[in-house]
């Protein structure tokens, strides 16, 4: 049974618009990526530019009309991926789906809320494709390996952030009834404050203890906080080494675009789509 890209021209067109736009390992491909990644470092330039006053004042009309011109480019870019994916849908709710709206949304915005169009520099994540048009593919891999680390461990950091808050509260009702508003903890939200900057060893200093009783709470808070900044690291760790493991394809899928699939995977794990690549792979064995 052939599949659907070999019944039609459209479904051919598809096919050939996701080698070009999706995948590096062809002339047109890579072309279309250095070419793209040239347009994102210009745009991301030309807003970094825009908020030098001096410059503003001088180049402003060159700077908006580069701006609307880059968000044109990157509006035609993001309807061309919606057209050569299967499932329009699951690649707009994927990371880099909604990146590449991002990278568009704000220029509009800008006309409604003036200044909006700072908020573009987010066209910076659209670098991160880089890594496919200098052959270093298996670095995606290694970032997928990273996000399932992070999903998998992302109950256990739910309760380790519970556990901080309530010490955070616990300790900042204790140091406003301690030091009280003469020495700055003027309320339990101000005093929370001062107790998550010291817990994360940040202390800005603006607010500090003065009594011995509330500097001798300082300084426990102080300690337990090289112990609590411990406590993510490990957990990630421990899930990071597990994910290592499996080993993952970079290439991307005919309906959603994701990337980060098992070797062995037939299907895309996001949206059911069969991988064409991993078929040919299996029936050539």
């Known amino acids: 049974m052939s599949r659907p890209s070999e019944q039609s021209p459209a479904g051919g067109f598809r096919a050939r618009l996701h080698t070009v736009i999706f995948e590096a390992d ?8 250095v070419a793209l ?7 991301v330039a030309a ?16 700077l908006s009309v580069a701006e609307w011109a880059f968000t044109i480019i990157f509006a035609l870019e993001y309807v061309l991926r919606l057209v050569a994916v299967r499932r329009p849908l699951d690649y707009m709710r994927s990371f ?3 990146v590449d709206l991002m990278a568009i949304l704000p220029s509009f915005l ?22 496919r048009v200098l052959k270093l593919g298996h670095l995606l891999g290694q970032a997928e390996v990273l996000m399932t680390a992070l999903r998998a461990s ?16 616990i300790m900042g009702a204790l140091m406003y009834m301690v030091e009280g508003e003469r020495h ?4 339990i939200p101000r005093s929370m404050y001062w107790a998550i900057v010291t817990m994360t060893t940040v202390g800005f200093g603006d607010i500090t203890p003065k009594t011995v009783l509330g500097q001798f709470i300082a300084s426990v808070l102080m300690i337990m906080g090289y112990g609590i900044l411990a406590v993510p690291t490990g957990i990630v760790s421990v899930e990071l080494a597990k994910a290592s493991h499996v080993s993952l394809d970079t290439q991307a899928c005919p309906g959603c675009g994701k990337q980060g699939h098992d070797l062995d995977a037939r299907y895309c794990k996001a949206c059911g789509t069969v991988l ?10």
């Open 26 to 33: 062809t002339p047109a491909g890579k072309a279309f990526d």
């Open 37 to 43: 990644l040239w347009v994102i470092v210009f745009s």
């Open 47 to 62: 807003v970094m530019l825009e908020s030098v006053a001096s410059v503003r004042v001088r180049y402003a009309t060159a």
């Open 96 to 98: 880099f789906g909604v």
């Open 110 to 131: 800008s006309v409604i809320f003036p200044g909006a169009q700072t908020l573009l520099v987010i066209r910076v994540l659209r670098l991160l494709r880089v890594f």
């Open 154 to 169: 992302r109950a256990k950091i739910t309760v380790f952030l519970g556990v901080v808050l309530s010490i955070a509260v």
């Open 184 to 187: 700055g903890f003027d309320s």
């Open 276 to 285: 064409d690549w991993a078929v040919s792979r299996s029936e050539s064995r």
